[in-house]
């Protein structure tokens, strides 16, 4: 496995791949690798001949009192697990290279990025945009892949992948979850006892809408109310939002007609950890 820092070198080595006909498949991650990000290696190799898979803390995401330093970054270990698992290129660019002295621009998708997440983090999705178009052009995937964990981001770069018409094919790997239900995330190693002990509920209302959706329930307003009173019963979280929506446009749904996505956000009470969770119903993303 070969570890790449310079973009100006990456870009090359991937140009070279792109003359040779040979598949880049991408997976871009801000690193803390788990098995969720693991299991989106493993659809990139699928359908590529070189994997290359990104590790870069972006701090254009992450808002002013949010946790850009102390985010985890175990860079040995990480790379230790990505080349066990087939990994071919780390690409970790250093911010200096990323962002240097004079940097202006900016990609900003409208509108689908005003709500759910979008709301309580101004300006994170411009940053993931931003960072996103620009890994592409260094790393040239023909695909990537993204998780369904970060649902409303696989939207948000779905949206600009086709309206910016980037020649990059976008896959979503399902939400990888501890045996308890809870999403991996790097941000769970924050928790306390605690908490770790009651955020497996924001999972199981969200598995209890899953079943009342089979069952033949339509009503948002009625799935939304499940998940509001399991959530009421926490301790050691609050919820930020629970949002039934439209998988396009990101807007609330009254009645589910076609595709929706739940989405939640909370946030725990005791080391402050916001975690993000959500279920497709009658689709996928
Ligand atoms: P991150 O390092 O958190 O920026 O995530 C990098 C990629 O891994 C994103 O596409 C995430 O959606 C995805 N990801 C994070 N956690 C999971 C998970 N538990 N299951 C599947 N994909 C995940």
Redesign the pocket.
């Known amino acids: 496995m070969k570890i790449i820092t310079d973009p100006r070198e990456m870009q090359k080595v991937c140009i070279s791949f792109n003359d040779k006909k040979r598949k880049i498949g991408f ?11 693991l ?2 290696l493993h659809k990139a190799r699928e359908f590529s001949d070189i994997s290359v898979i990104s ?1 870069y803390v ?1 701090p254009a995401q992450f808002g002013p009192n949010e946790d850009l330093a102390k985010y985890p970054r175990p860079f040995d270990k990480d790379c230790e697990i990505a080349e066990k698992e087939g990994c071919d290129i780390i690409f970790a660019p250093k911010s200096e290279d990323m962002y240097p002295e004079n940097y202006h621009t900016k990609v900003s998708v409208e509108d689908i990025t005003t709500r759910l997440c979008g709301a309580s983090r101004p300006g994170h999705f411009d940053g993931v945009t931003t960072i996103v178009l620009k890994l592409f052009t260094i790393v040239r995937p023909d695909i990537a ?7 409303q ?2 939207v948000v770069i779905k949206r600009m992948v086709d309206d910016l018409n980037v020649p990059v094919a976008i896959e979503v ?5 501890e045996p308890d239900g809870l ?5 769970n190693s924050y928790l306390t006892e605690n908490e770790r002990r009651e955020v497996p509920l924001i999972f199981s209302a969200l598995q209890q809408v899953e079943k009342e959706y089979e069952r033949g329930e339509r009503s948002a307003a009625k799935l939304r109310k499940g998940i509001e009173s399991a959530y009421r019963a926490a301790h050691s979280f609050k919820t930020e939002y629970i949002e039934i929506v439209d998988t396009i446009t990101i807007t609330p749904l009254d009645q589910i007609e076609t595709t929706a996505l739940v989405a939640v956000a909370c946030r725990t009470t005791e080391s402050n950890t916001r975690l993000i969770d959500n279920v497709v119903l009658g689709g996928t993303l």
């Open positions: 997976v871009p991650t801000m690193g803390a690798l788990h098995e969720g990000h299991s989106l590790i972006n892949v993204f998780g369904q964990k970060d649902a981001q696989v790997g399902p939400v990888v979850r999403a991996m995330s790097s941000r």
